[in-house]
């Protein structure tokens, strides 16, 4: 499968487009984790314990938008879009959408 | 000993304030030290916000690659900018901060670049996220993703 956030690939045509696929998951943060991210509030620095959380949760996320791509029998997602908003103060939904194609 | 609890709150507040300005801007030197060395070292490593690769002959290799970082503000600065919210104003304090973050998360997604043998990202998007909301009383931090197409070396004509 390729990803891409591009509206094409170079050198390779689309054969057919199948649409819309996208995946979300919803994190929240556990508290341990805060209470040394707390910590650093006071100090200031990276919370490298949310930059992990968020990374994993796309990651997920790319991982659910994929599997609806391989679904459709696509073997590339183009023009790749993410979007981040907070569900409540402890959790933020992760988003990601793309459109599945079938490449050359 | 009186005394000492009788102001509790306030030697609390002015102990956190000054640790936080201090261990704050020690803390921000040391990044800003850190970033600038790896700057120079993926300079090699362009970026464009381009939607279209330069060279379009031939088959190219293209990745999709990101970086993100969460940084946290410290307490001198969210007291700061707790200030700057109510007379309005240019927030320097984050300024910096976000600064950092979009740097970091920039150098990250460079570094993956390299990896994979890449000298150029297109299509660079940037998306950024307010870590805690507007909650006074959860750990505030802005996490900044940048990501892009890292582009394959071009092909020989």
Known sequence: MLLSNLEMVPGRRVLKHLGLVQGSTVRAKHVGKDLFAGLKNIVGGELKAYTELLQESREEATQRMVKQAEAAGANAILNIRYATSSITSGAAEIFAYGTAVVLE | ?157
């Open chain 2, 1 to 157: 000993m009186q005394a000492f609890f009788d102001y509790f709150d306030v030697i609390l507040f002015v102990t956190l304030f000054v640790l936080g300005y201090f261990a704050g801007r020690w803390n921000e030197r040391r990044h800003y030290a850190s970033i600038r060395k790896r700057e120079r070292e993926l300079s090699g490593v362009l970026l464009f916000s381009n939607r279209f690769p330069p060279y379009v002959t031939g088959r190219v290799e293209t990745r999709l690659v990101a970086g993100s970082a969460v940084i946290s503000g410290d307490y001198f600065k969210n007291v700061l900018a707790g200030l700057y919210s109510f007379f309005g104003g240019r927030v320097r304090s984050y300024e910096s901060l976000i600064d950092r973050a979009r740097r970091e998360a920039v150098l990250r997604m460079k570094a993956e670049a390299r990896k994979f043998g890449s000298g150029m990202i297109i299509n660079a998007k940037f998306q950024t996220f307010a870590v805690g909301g507007r909650n006074e009383n959860s750990v505030r931090g802005v996490e900044i993703l940048a990501y892009g197409t890292a582009l394959g070396p071009a092909p020989r004509a």
